[in-house]
T-cell receptor, first 113, second 112 residues
Framework: GENVEQHPSTLSVQEGDSAVIKCTYS??????FPWYKQELGKRPQLIID?????GEKKDQRIAVTLNKTAKHFSLHITETQPEDSAVYFC????????????FGKGTKLTVNP | SQTIHQWPATLVQPVGSPLSLECTVE??????LYWYRQAAGRGLQLLFYSVGIGQISSEVPQNLSASRPQDRQFILSSKKLLLSDSGFYLC???????????FGPGTRLTVT
C-alpha cells in the first residue's frame, strides 16, 4: 500500500525566514497531495493541495511543488510569521475509489520572533 | 456552505465502558465520511471510511466499530474501551466528486 515519509520531524526558523518540508510517497498511481496545518488542540486544516497534472501551486506565502518522477512533494513557506507555528502534515491519496489519504507523521514548525 | 459537527467535544470514560461518538455533516449530500484517531503528539491514523449509507470499511482491526445510519451521520462505537483507545478522534468528509477532506472539531477521549 501507499507509504508517505515526511521530513524533518521538527523545524525551527527565525521570523521572516523560509521553511521547507519534504515528503516522499511510494505509490506512483497517487494523484492528489494535500497539506494540512494543525495548531495545538485544534483540527487539521487544509492549507493547500496539488494534483499530479500540476508541478507547482502557490497561494500567497505558501507553495507546493510536486516531482512525479522522483515521487516527492514539498511545502514552501516564505516570510514566516509566528502564527505559522504549528504541526504540518502531508498526505497522498490512495487510488481505488475510496479517496483515502495516507498521512506523513508530521513536522512541528516553530517560528521564533 | 458545508459544516461538520462532532460531539461530545471531550469525554472521560473508565476502562471497559461503552463508547459512542457522533459526527454529522450539513450542506452536502452523499459525502464520503472518515474516522481518524490521533494519539497525543502523533500522526493521523485512519480507522474507518464510508462511501454511502451502511457501507463501512475498516482500516485497523480493533475493538472499535462504525456505522452510517443516515447519509450525513457517522457514528464510532465501542462495547468496551481500552486504555489504548485514548486519543483525539476526528471525523472528516469529502465530496465524491473532489478529493479535499475537511475535518470536524474532534472529540478528545481519555480512558481512565
Amino acid at each position: 500500500g501507499e507509504n508517505v515519509e515526511q521530513h524533518p520531524s521538527t523545524l525551527s526558523v527565525q521570523e521572516g525566514d523560509s521553511a521547507v518540508i519534504k515528503c516522499t510517497y511510494s505509490d506512483s498511481a497517487s494523484n492528489y497531495f494535500p497539506w494540512y496545518k494543525q495548531e495545538l488542540g485544534k483540527r487539521p486544516q487544509l492549507i493547500i493541495d496539488i494534483r499530479s497534472n500540476v508541478g507547482e501551486k502557490k497561494d500567497q506565502r505558501i507553495a507546493v511543488t510536486l516531482n512525479k518522477t522522483a515521487k516527492h512533494f514539498s511545502l514552501h513557506i516564505t516570510e514566516t510569521q509566528p502564527e505559522d507555528s504549528a504541526v504540518y502534515f502531508c498526505a497522498a491519496m490512495v487510488q481505488g475509489g475510496s479517496e483515502k489519504l495516507v498521512f506523513g507523521k508530521g513536522t512541528k514548525l516553530t517560528v521564533n520572533p | 456552505s458545508q459544516t461538520i459537527h462532532q460531539w461530545p467535544a471531550t469525554l472521560v470514560q473508565p476502562v471497559g465502558s461503552p463508547l459512542s461518538l457522533e459526527c454529522t455533516v450539513e450542506g452536502t449530500s452523499n459525502p464520503n465520511l472518515y474516522w481518524y484517531r490521533q494519539a497525543a503528539g502523533r500522526g493521523l491514523q485512519l480507522l474507518f471510511y464510508s462511501v454511502g449509507i451502511g457501507q463501512i470499511s475498516s482500516e485497523v482491526p480493533q475493538n472499535l466499530s462504525a456505522s452510517r445510519p443516515q447519509d450525513r451521520q457517522f457514528i464510532l462505537s465501542s462495547k468496551k474501551l481500552l486504555l489504548s483507545d485514548s486519543g483525539f478522534y476526528l471525523c472528516a468528509w469529502s465530496k465524491t466528486t473532489t478529493y479535499e477532506q475537511y475535518f470536524g472539531p474532534g472529540t478528545r477521549l481519555t480512558v481512565t
